[in-house]
């Protein structure tokens, strides 16, 4: 009569052969949450980026068109000017809080640097995902 099938020895072997395979794969899916939190960042770093890009542009036109963000402060960390200019973000000097949440950091100051001029702003989320912006003064 022959015997069917697979010897305990062999199963063992597969096992350990698959955990082996586990063990070397898991690490480069467990930094996910990193990744997502940096990429989040840096899509509204870009927004940030493309919004003061745009407004400049209107501001040349016409100084009555676009957005007049205030020049003497610290752009990187005007609020208020930024929830305007990108809507559905909520901006923050503060700790960030929630998944649509950003803390604006630097040291942008428009009003020495001029018109046309572009500064660096940090961007942080929640999940401490950084990313910069460039931002062109108005």
């Known amino acids: 009569m022959k015997n069917k099938g697979f ?72 609020t208020t000017d930024w929830g305007t200019l990108v809507p559905g973000i909520t901006f923050t000097t503060s700790t960030p809080s929630g998944n649509s949440s950003y803390q604006l950091t630097g040291t942008g100051n428009c009003a020495s640097s001029g018109s046309g001029a572009v500064v660096s702003c940090t961007v942080t989320n929640a999940n401490a995902g950084t990313a910069t912006a460039q931002v062109t003064c108005p």
């Open 7 to 78: 010897t305990l020895i062999e199963l063992v072997v597969v096992i350990v052969i698959l955990g082996i395979l586990a063990a070397t794969a898991l690490p480069k899916f467990v930094d996910f949450k990193s990744d997502a939190a940096t990429a989040a960042a840096s899509g509204v770093a870009g927004a940030m980026s493309s919004a003061s890009a745009m407004n400049y542009a209107k501001r040349q036109i016409s100084s009555s068109a676009g957005y007049a963000l205030s020049p003497t402060s610290n752009v990187c960390t005007d």
